[in-house]
């Protein structure tokens, strides 16, 4: 299984609304709602911020939100703030039952 | 609370097997709705699935890896071993241990991670 497509980069000023999209095909993002997101700081393990597509885990701000569209699935954080530069990568399940992680989107805060 | 712990070698040689032990608490791996799975991150790389195992025994492994993986239950309750063939320079990377329902595509706990390097 091939991993899923991030663009390497996004950035944004403080207040701003940023976009990362998730590329992949129908044998993931396409053909199930079972997309997640993780948020990494250096040093630190993943953080879960958005799963089944547009869920979010308890205490997770709702600057974060997601959203699908055939194969590709997005993050959006809205009232972008100096605290979510991280890295943030997207995951879905598979048909094989398994499961694919993305490439991986460093978001930077100007 | 639910905690999730990484242990093993810190260095293996070329072509040995590695074998990493999730020790975890907060909660039972005796339902097919929770799992473990493992996952992987190679210095300044992105992160890579590797394998998951629920309660009931139900196992899945990447299909590039699934040769040389095994994934188990270990000999106490609150344990899962995964063993690595013929490991290689390439595996050189942080593995985590996570938490899983069945129902919900995102790992919402992680151990703090376990470098592995793989250096003669």
């Known amino acids: 299984q091939s991993a899923l497509t991030q663009p390497a980069s996004v950035s944004g000023s403080p207040g701003q609304s940023i976009t990362v999209s998730c590329t992949g095909t129908?044998?993931?993002?396409?053909?199930?709602?079972?997309v997640a997101w993780y948020q990494q700081h250096p040093g630190e393990a993943p953080k879960l911020i958005i799963y089944?597509?547009?869920s979010r885990p308890s205490g997770v701000s709702r600057r974060f939100s997601g959203s699908k569209s055939g194969n590709t699935a997005s993050l959006t954080i809205s009232g972008l703030q100096v605290a979510d530069d991280a890295d943030y990568y997207c995951?879905?399940?598979?048909?094989?039952?398994?499961?694919?992680f993305g490439t991986g989107t460093k978001v930077t805060v100007l | 609370q639910i905690t999730l712990k990484e242990s093993g070698p810190s260095l293996v040689a070329p072509t040995q097997t590695l074998t990493l032990t999730c020790t975890f608490s907060?909660?039972?791996?005796?339902?097919?709705?929770?799992?473990v799975a493992w996952i992987r991150q190679p210095p300044g790389k992105a992160l890579e699935w590797l394998a998951l195992?629920?309660?009931?025994?139900?196992?899945r492994y990447c299909p590039s890896l699934k040769s040389r993986l095994t994934i188990s239950r270990g000999t106490s309750n609150n344990q899962v071993v995964l063993t690595m063939a013929s490991v290689d320079p390439v595996d050189t990377a942080t593995y985590y241990c996570?938490?899983?329902?069945?129902?919900?595509?995102?790992?919402?706990?992680w151990g703090l991670g376990h470098l592995v390097t793989v250096s003669p």
């Open positions: 195992v629920y309660g009931d025994d139900d196992k």
């Open positions: 907060g909660f039972s791996l005796n339902t097919r709705e929770v799992g």
């Open positions: 996570v938490h899983k329902f069945r129902d919900s595509s995102g790992y919402g706990y």
């Open positions: 129908s044998s993931d993002i396409g053909g199930y709602n079972y």
């Open positions: 995951s879905s399940y598979t048909s094989r039952t398994t499961h694919v």
């Open positions: 089944n597509v547009d």
